[in-house]
């Protein structure tokens, strides 16, 4: 795992042992920053299910005004904090928070945050071909404060499994998806206000 692009391009990142993080695979996190392009420089970025950072600090890495990351895990909270360390990217510009995902969603709002990126590529979900996904993803689409945090503007990118079929809620358009083996890239934007 590496960072891939910008000033830290080529980098290498701790990821945590074991099956609790599925970082996102070096081609994934490439197409999906190809897509985004120069919307990154500047942006107020929120990564959640930050696992590794990688994805915060890909952003970081090409110039992103501010990230904040969202890890539930201490231990890989650490192993952010080391990567952050040894990539050598500007710290101030980084907050990490080590709690719940959903909790942070509700705080954030709370405190009136706004970010023009969102990006979530949270543990997969089980195959549901016969019924409503139950998995993270699916949570993140229905929970009612995540389309606050997201700018008029903005663009949410969320990750999930193929095999995981999600149901699009009111508040969100698609604006494209990608596929990567059985990884699935859903870049989104607000629907309406909010």
Do not use: Y
Request: charged share 20%.
């Amino acid at each position: 795992m590496r960072i891939i692009g910008g000033t830290a391009a080529g980098r290498l990142l701790k990821v945590p042992k074991g099956f609790a993080v599925r970082p996102t695979p070096d081609l994934v996190k490439q197409a999906v920053f190809n897509s985004l392009g120069d919307c990154v420089a500047g942006a107020r970025v929120l990564e959640l299910f930050a696992g590794s950072g990688a994805l915060g600090l890909e952003c970081l890495s090409r110039g992103a005004g501010v990230v904040v990351a969202i890890e539930k895990t201490p231990r890989h909270a650490a192993m952010i904090r080391e990567n952050l360390a040894a990539v050598g990217l500007p710290a101030e510009r980084f907050e990490l928070r080590t709690q719940d995902v959903f909790a942070a969603l509700l705080q954030l709002t709370t405190a009136g945050r706004q970010f023009d990126l969102i990006l979530a590529d949270p543990p997969f979900g089980e195959k549901n071909g016969d019924r409503r996904s139950t998995s993270l993803s699916q949570a993140l689409l229905d929970h009612a404060e995540l389309p606050k945090l997201l700018a008029a503007d903005g663009v949410f990118v969320l990750g999930h499994t193929q095999r995981d079929t999600l149901t699009l809620t009111m508040h969100w358009a698609e604006l494209k998806r990608m596929r990567h083996g059985d990884s699935m890239m859903w870049f989104l934007q607000r629907a309406a206000p909010v």
